[in-house]
């Protein structure tokens, strides 16, 4: 396994998903009924791409996504804070996982070259698992990366809405306005939304979002 040692900065709020947690996570996480709606509408997005493209998951986690992205023939790397959820990947890869570019680092501060991969993919992460400013460091820096598309999972609220706090998870608290200026700030534009899980009560959504690169 490709997995060099990089420095995480700071101590990132997902700095949980270790021992345990790392090799439970996705046997519990499946239990979840929207875990397989994610599945599901990540397969089509995937589809409507096209084939033999390098992608990039950050948080790889326990890349979840791989045999989708095998099935579209990607070059496929991936990025998680956690050794041992990349280790949990292995396991359940198996030989899935052979020839994966699988690193351990901060998605804050990544590791890749400008325009390395034609896509990323990025989901139950800046909308939760970082705090506010973090997240907006770390769009800064799948924008860097990206040439051509993005699939980032993000929540909206379905009213007017207001501006987290930097120090919070923004959670789904923008409205979808302000979460489109906010993708666009950085050069995503927005194609297509998938909802992947509903919030009736908190007025909040969760999406997956696919954005192509501005020129
Ligand atoms: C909820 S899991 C999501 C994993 C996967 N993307 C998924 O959808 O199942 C959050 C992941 O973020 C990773 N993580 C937390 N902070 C990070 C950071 N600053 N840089 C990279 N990965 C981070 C954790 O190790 C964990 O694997």
């Not at 804050?108 to 992460?125: G, I, N, W």
């Not at 929540?155 to 608290?173: A, C, I, K, L, Q």
Request: with cysteine.
């Amino acid at each position: 396994m490709n997995s060099p040692k990089i420095m995480v900065k700071g101590r990132p709020k997902g700095d949980t998903y270790y021992k345990d947690t790392a090799r439970k996570y996705e046997e519990k996480r499946k239990k979840q009924a929207w875990w397989h709606v994610e599945q599901e509408q990540m397969s089509q997005l995937l589809d409507q791409l096209p084939d033999r493209m390098s992608v990039v998951d950050i948080p790889f986690g326990t890349g979840r996504f791989v045999p989708m992205y095998h099935k579209k023939k990607f070059q496929i790397a991936g990025l998680d804070a956690s050794g041992d959820m990349i280790s949990s990947a292995k396991n359940i890869l198996g030989s899935d996982f052979d020839g994966i570019d699988a690193r351990v680092g901060d998605a804050a501060s990544l590791p890749f070259k400008d325009k390395e991969f034609d896509l990323l993919v990025s989901t139950r992460f800046l909308r939760d698992i970082v705090v506010f400013s973090v997240a907006k460091e770390i769009l800064r820096e799948f924008a860097r990366i990206t040439k051509k598309y993005a699939i980032i999972q993000l929540g909206h609220n379905r009213t007017t809405g207001f501006v987290p706090d930097e120090n919070s998870p923004m959670g789904g608290w923008l409205s979808e306005n302000e979460l489109t200026k906010l993708l666009n700030g950085y050069g995503f534009e927005v194609m297509e939304k998938r909802l992947v899980l509903e919030h009736n009560e908190e007025g909040k959504d969760i999406y997956h979002i696919l954005c192509k690169m501005a020129p």
